[in-house]
Structure formats: C-alpha cells, structure tokens
C-alpha cells in the first residue's frame, strides 16, 4: 500500500481531475493561504455497540463511492512466542477464507471485486481490512464484513494457497524489492522484533502453522471487543446505524487481546549491508539511514513533526523522476515508531557515500533556524494527517480509503488532534533544535543498503 502519510499529503496538494477545489502548497515564508478551521467533532457520529464494537461513521454528501475498514487491534507485537508472523497469516485467510454468502476464492478474486480498491495489512499492533465501493452496496459490504467477524471458515487449502504467497513477501520485505529491504533492515535494528521474531513473520515460524491454531485464534480474538468499524460515503448517518447494528450487534464480542509483546532493545549507530540473493526484475540497489522516533504522548513530539514537514518539503522539492533522489517518510498513521530517508545507490557509489548523501539532505533540511511561520504552516498541513482539521467532503471523495484507516487509527492511538495541533503551532526555535540534535544524532542513526549484484558479460 502506498504509506498514508505522502498519499494523503499528495492529495492536499494536487487538482481534482474534476476540477474540485485545489488546496494550495503553502509557502515556507507565508502562511497556509486559507485558514484551516479546527475539526468538528459533530462531523463524525461515533458508537458504541453492546458487544464492544467501536464505530465511527464520516458522513459525505453527494458522492457516488463509500469507504469502510475493519481494524482489529492485534498485528505483530502480539504473536505468541515462537509464531512470528501469525497475525500477517491470518490476515491473508480473512480476505481469501468462507464467510457469509461468499465462497473461498483467491486473494486475486478480492482485489478484483473492488477494482484494486482495496487493502488488507498487518502492522505491529493492528490489522487492517479496508474496501472502496460503489455507495450502493454499503449495505451488502457491512454484511460481508459482519459474516467475517462473526464466522470465518479458512481450510488447509486455503492455508496451502496463502503460505506461500506470505513467504514471498517476506522475501521482497528482506531484500527482494531493495527499498522496502533496506526500510525493513533498519526497521529491526531501531525496534527489533521480540522473541526472536521479525516484522510480519520469520519464515520458519510461518512454515510451521497449522490451520487449527489459526482458527483457534481467529476464533477467539478477531472479535467485535477487539475491532473498530470505520465507515464513510453515506449522508443518512441514522439509516446507517440501523444497519450496523442489526449485522453486527449479535456476534459475540471474543475475548480481550493478548497484551502485546515487549520489543527487543534498540541496536543504533550501526550499518547494516546485505548483498541480495534475488531480487525483484528491474530493482536496483538502494540505501537508507534511520531513526527512532518520539512517541506521540512525548514533550519531543510536536517538535519532531515540525522536522517532519522540513522533510516533507525538502523531498517535494527533489526531482522525483530521479531513482537516487533522497526520499524522506515518516508513517505517522501506518507505523511511528521511524523516521528513515531513502536513497537509490548511483553507479560506482558504495554505500558509506550513499549513507552520507542521505545525511546531507536531512541535515540541510534541519539547519535552517526556525521561523514561526513554519511552525503554523506544520500545525495546519499535519491537522489534516493527524484528524484536528476539517479534511472537505470532495477531498475524501477522491480515496475514501485513507479518511476509513486513518479515522480507525486514531481511534486506536487515542490521539487528541486538536492538542497536538496547537502543540505543533506553539513550538520554539529553541525546542525544535534541541528536539532535532537529540533525535537525529549520529549515534542514533541506523544505515541499512541493500546490494544488487550486476551481472557480467558472457
């Protein structure tokens, strides 16, 4: 999936192909052009069901797609010992297994059913189901999704089916699609798995799951007391909740998540090389520095998000037709936990000079003493990313999909938008540089390439 964070922010910044209204790139030296009201709470109608389903409904007027997602609040933090990689396991049978009046089918057959609008996705602490559809099927897609929480039936052969699909992911995340490698390297030194595991599975343990523990789980914790139900594209919010409550309210509400396992210490200030063993055609070698970031209830972060949009900017403003143009992320909603820029490695280049290119962006983003206009542009663009800002009705529109996830997000976070808002607004030249020596210190820096070996004539 493309990460939330530039997704969203490419869509704040670009024309509708309709013509809808453009919301302007706002300038480093003048404030964001049109005031960016504070969010309304009425705008979202959120409930509670009896079984412990949470559910927040986005009304939007006058459009012709609804978005919905399904978040349960387990993903890999939460995997027993010995069985990394079970809640991305489970991911792949919830969207390919029986349930309902739908038959088992084939991963494929779900993308195809929502024309590619649609993600399913593990993180550390959640997993995600989210779909965009023609407005009219809302009630048939709430049925589906109320016949999957409440009687999933996954089959050895599905499990046969979808091992192998997971397996191969995995070996795309450690090498076999570079750039998503080299995040994933520097993933596991900044905040590395518990119990010996990995990042979405380590393929021995994932090799060795049967489908009765699977179920067993499925059983037990993909429940209404451990999900939240995002729903957006109906104006008849009251209508709506009928329906929800009448598919949903009956499943048991399942047993409370699993407290989730403590990760391993972080191993900083080192570099990691892997010279790949196969890669994806057409890949190309690729580098990337990291770090760890604040966590959102810190005093440090409002400052951090304020380094974030300099980065943010400073990556705009690089060629992106360029493979080795520096390309900072930081997934606010997807995963927090690190801030990382990306680099393709230029030929004759080893990685200590990509790793130095990659710092020299960074640092030049950062020098610049802080104004405080930066800090009110950084409050308005990020209110929208964190939900303290009205995002308009057409904007939504355009990818329902982002407005359901991030909605659910939040909701799991327990963020309160609007104080982070006014935070980010109010931070100092001295704060911010304090903020930003101690967290992107070179000590705390991880490097990570990944090496695609050229082949030799003859």
Not at 157 to 183: A, H
Not at 411 to 426: F, H, K, M, S, V
Request: charged content about 25%.
């Amino acid at each position: 999936m493309t990460s939330l964070t530039f997704a969203l922010t490419a869509l704040l910044w670009t024309q509708d192909a309709q013509g809808a209204p453009q919301i302007e790139e706002p300038q480093l030296d003048s404030p964001t052009t049109q005031p960016v009201r504070m969010k309304r709470p009425e705008l979202e109608r959120r409930i509670e069901l009896s079984n412990g389903l949470t559910v927040i409904i986005r009304p939007v007027i006058g459009v012709k797609t609804a978005g919905m997602a399904v978040l349960y609040k387990l993903g890999d933090d939460h995997d027993p010992p010995g069985k990394s990689g079970m809640a991305h396991v489970i991911e792949h049978l919830y969207i390919t297994a029986a349930a309902g009046n739908t038959p088992e089918r084939k991963a494929d057959d779900f993308f195809k059913a929502y024309d590619g609008q649609a993600n399913a996705q593990t993180g550390l602490d959640y997993t995600v189901f989210g779909t965009v559809f023609p407005v009219e099927r809302i009630e048939a897609e709430l049925r589906d999704a109320a016949a999957r929480m409440a009687d999933l039936k996954p089959t050895e052969t599905g499990l046969g089916v979808e091992r192998p699909r997971v397996l191969n992911e995995l070996d795309n995340m450690y090498g076999g699609i570079p750039k998503l490698g080299v995040l994933n390297l520097a993933h596991e030194k900044i905040r590395p798995s518990a119990n010996n595991g990995r990042r979405s599975g380590a393929a021995d343990h994932v090799r060795g799951m049967t489908i009765d523990e699977l179920r067993e789980r499925i059983a037990k914790y993909y429940k209404p007391n451990n999900a939240i139900l995002t729903v957006t594209g109906s104006a008849d919010v009251s209508k709506l909740e009928q329906v929800i409550r009448r598919e949903f309210e009956a499943i048991p509400r399942g047993e409370p998540a699993p407290p989730p396992s403590t990760p391993g210490p972080p191993t900083l200030g080192v570099q990691v090389d892997l010279m790949a063993k196969f890669v994806v055609p057409g890949s190309t070698s690729h580098a990337a520095i990291g770090f760890p970031a604040p966590d959102h209830s810190s005093a440090d972060f409002p400052a951090f998000c304020v380094g974030v949009w300099r980065l943010w900017k400073a990556t705009m403003r690089q060629n992106q037709s360029d493979p080795t143009a520096c390309i900072a992320a930081f997934l606010a909603i997807d995963d927090p936990t690190m801030l990382t820029v990306t680099t393709g490695i230029r030929q004759n280049e080893v990685p200590p000079e990509a790793y130095a290119r990659a710092r020299k962006f960074l640092d030049e983003a950062m020098t610049p003493k802080l104004r405080a206009i930066e800090t009110i542009n950084a409050a308005n663009e990020m209110g929208f990313l964190f939900g303290a800002a009205d995002i308009p009705d057409n904007l939504i529109a355009q990818n329902p999909y982002l407005m359901v996830f991030a909605m659910a997000r939040r909701e799991q976070r327990g963020l309160d938008p609007n104080a982070l808002r006014r935070a980010i607004r109010d931070v100092k030249a001295a704060d911010f540089e304090r903020v930003i020596g101690e967290t992107f210190s070179p000590q705390r820096q991880v490097s990570a390439a990944v090496l695609v070996m050229l082949k030799t004539p003859g």
